[in-house]
T-cell receptor, first 110, second 114 residues
Framework: DSGVTQTPKHLITATGQRVTLRCSPR?????VYWYQQSLDQGLQFLIQ???????AKGNILERFSAQQFPDLHSELNLSSLELGDSALYFC?????????FGPGTRLTVT | GEDVEQSLFLSVREGDSSVINCTYT??????LYWYKQEPGAGLQLLTY?????DMKQDQRLTVLLNKKDKHLSLRIADTQTGDSAIYFC??????????????FGPGTRLSVLP
């Protein structure tokens, strides 16, 4: 158990819909990272937050957004969903040089 | 730019040693990591090495770093069926403005044959 929690574990939704994925970092970690893992794209970095502020953006679509709240949990919002958004979405947290991953949310868009 | 490369597949027999290789391009990497991902699970941090080290050993795992060639390897001794997983190499590099950037390789799928 990495100490990073993500909800829900599985999500099935239709094209055009909007979903919110939630992540709670390890106790004491200020940084939260979001990744997308699909079969054809591998592990893609989406976005990073540090203590409530956006720090870096990777390959994140404009339809996707995220935020980190004062209690340090983070949410990733995916809107106008397309079939190609089906993937595993991971959250990771870190406080220094080690990054710990949550179990992921499997999103299926039908 | 930052790029991490790995071969995609490796098969070994149970009891043999496995060697998973990785190359990276960013010479400013400070730490290099190996993660393990089992089917349906998240990434588990296995081990990491600081960039000024050549080798790190942790039980059955040995990490070798050749900084000149920007080559990292993970050796698993006495490979077991439970070692079957995808292994990701990753590097951490400082960002220009602030903080650090984690860059992951595509992963090597290790299959352990009985």
């Amino acid at each position: 158990d990495s100490g990073v929690t993500q909800t829900p574990k599985h999500l099935i939704t239709a094209t055009g819909q909007r979903v919110t994925l939630r992540c709670s970092p390890r106790s004491g970690d200020l940084s939260v990272y979001w990744y997308q893992q699909s079969l054809d794209q591998g592990l893609q970095f989406l976005i990073q937050y540090y203590n409530g502020e956006e720090r870096a953006k990777g390959n994140i679509l404009e339809r996707f957004s995220a935020q980190q709240f004062p209690d340090l949990h983070s949410e990733l919002n995916l809107s106008s969903l397309e079939l190609g958004d089906s993937a595993l979405y991971f959250c990771a947290s870190s406080s220094s040089s080690e990054q710990y991953f949550g179990p992921g949310t499997r999103l299926t868009v039908t | 730019g930052e790029d991490v490369e790995q071969s995609l597949f490796l098969s070994v027999r149970e009891g043999d040693s496995s060697v998973i290789n990785c190359t990276y391009t960013d010479s400013s990497s400070t730490y290099l990591y190996w993660y393990k991902q089992e089917p349906g699970a998240g990434l588990q941090l296995l081990t990491y090495i600081f960039s000024n080290m050549d080798m790190k050993q942790d039980q059955r795992l040995t990490v070798l770093l050749n900084k000149k060639d920007k080559h990292l390897s993970l050796r698993i001794a006495d490979t077991q069926t439970g070692d079957s997983a995808i292994y990701f190499c990753a590097e951490i590099t400082p960002r220009v403005n602030y903080g650090q950037n984690f860059v992951f390789g595509p992963g090597t799928r290790l299959s352990v044959l009985p």
